[in-house]
């Protein structure tokens, strides 16, 4: 059992829980057998600042029941501003097969919504096998385009139908946070925000070695792989982010959090 509690710190302004993979594994297990809403999202660096960016986003990130540390760096603010005492961050790709080790052995089914069609037909048989009771109650992928008058409550109509316990959202941030901000008030179940966890568990994407990791370098990684789409990501934000920090741990900038809200998000992709 965890000894880490659940308490929510203002990452410049972003509400990040402090917590592991043990206590945020449980919590949204719990959500799925009781048949709760719950939002649920990791946030790297990349997200942080997309939430300081976009005040209106910050706010809907704010309301999210569960905000794990994803990156390094973001733990390290934790520790750093609020002495949070992490040992680890909380990965999303990591995160998504613990919860779904539980739900596999809990019976619990789980929709993938999101992504390609050549990533899920990859991503499905990869996760069979290394959860061979795990059971698919739907598989939906991305529309790439913006929802319709109507189609959250489709939307929401068949994960419902399906019998769906778990949703595990790959739309990529922050359109995955804006989407599971929408569907909660229509789902009684967690929906995940997991990243590029579809693309990693299906093969798509090579991970890091485990060093690059543990010393938060895994954007120098993925700088390499992907320079043409994500210089601007990493070369501009993560200075930022360090400047951004620094204030706000002498006190020149109290980097208040945005208060959360429940207000439907105006459009949003699907």
Same mark, same amino acid.
């Given at each position: 059992?965890?000894?880490?509690?659940? &308490? %929510?710190? +203002?990452?410049?302004?972003?509400?990040?829980?402090?917590?592991?993979?043990?206590?945020?594994?449980?919590?949204?297990?719990?959500?799925? @057998?009781?048949? $709760? /809403?719950?939002?649920?999202?990791?946030?790297?660096?990349?997200?942080?600042?997309?939430?300081?960016?976009?005040?209106?986003?910050?706010?809907?990130?704010?309301?999210?029941?569960?905000?794990?540390?994803?990156?390094?760096?973001?733990? =390290? !603010?934790?520790?750093?501003?609020?002495?949070?005492?992490?040992?680890? &961050?909380?990965?999303?790709?990591?995160?998504?097969?613990?919860?779904?080790?539980?739900?596999?052995?809990?019976?619990? /089914?789980?929709?993938?919504?999101? +992504?390609?069609? #050549?990533?899920?037909?990859?991503?499905? #048989?990869?996760?069979?096998?290394?959860?061979?009771?795990? %059971?698919?109650?739907?598989?939906?992928?991305? %529309?790439?385009?913006?929802?319709?008058?109507?189609? !959250?409550?489709?939307?929401?109509?068949?994960?419902?139908?399906?019998?769906?316990?778990?949703?595990?959202?790959?739309?990529?941030?922050?359109?995955?946070?804006? *989407?599971?901000?929408?569907?909660? #008030?229509?789902? !009684?179940?967690?929906?995940?925000?997991?990243?590029?966890? *579809?693309?990693?568990?299906?093969?798509?994407?090579?991970?890091?070695?485990?060093?690059?990791?543990?010393?938060?370098?895994? =954007?120098? =990684? &993925?700088?390499?792989? @992907?320079?043409?789409?994500?210089?601007?990501?990493?070369?501009?934000?993560?200075?930022?982010?360090?400047? $951004?920090?620094?204030?706000?741990?002498?006190?020149? =900038? %109290?980097?208040?959090?945005?208060?959360?809200?429940?207000? /439907?998000? #105006?459009? *949003? /992709?699907?």
């Amino acid at each position: 059992m965890t000894t880490v509690a659940t &308490r %929510k710190r +203002s990452v410049l302004g972003v509400l990040v829980d402090a917590t592991d993979y043990a206590e945020a594994t449980d919590r949204i297990i719990a959500a799925a @057998e009781q048949g $709760r /809403p719950m939002a649920v999202t990791a946030l790297a660096v990349h997200g942080v600042m997309e939430g300081v960016h976009d005040p209106a986003l910050g706010a809907r990130l704010n309301s999210f029941d569960l905000v794990t540390p994803d990156g390094q760096p973001v733990r =390290w !603010a934790l520790n750093l501003l609020h002495g949070a005492g992490l040992r680890d &961050r909380v990965y999303g790709p990591t995160l998504t097969l613990r919860v779904l080790e539980r739900a596999a052995a809990a019976g619990l /089914p789980v929709y993938l919504y999101g +992504s390609t069609p #050549p990533t899920l037909d990859r991503l499905v #048989p990869a996760l069979q096998r290394m959860f061979p009771a795990l %059971k698919f109650a739907g598989i939906e992928a991305s %529309k790439f385009r913006a929802v319709e008058p109507g189609e !959250a409550e489709q939307i929401a109509g068949r994960i419902t139908a399906s019998g769906a316990r778990i949703v595990l959202v790959g739309l990529g941030c922050p359109r995955q946070e804006n *989407f599971a901000h929408a569907l909660r #008030p229509h789902l !009684a179940m967690p929906l995940l925000a997991v990243g590029a966890a *579809f693309d990693y568990h299906a093969g798509g994407l090579r991970k890091p070695p485990p060093w690059m990791q543990r010393y938060g370098l895994e =954007w120098l =990684w &993925r700088l390499g792989l @992907e320079p043409k789409r994500l210089w601007r990501r990493y070369l501009l934000l993560n200075p930022e982010y360090l400047a $951004r920090l620094g204030a706000q741990r002498i006190g020149l =900038w %109290k980097a208040t959090p945005p208060t959360p809200t429940e207000q /439907p998000v #105006p459009t *949003f /992709p699907v």
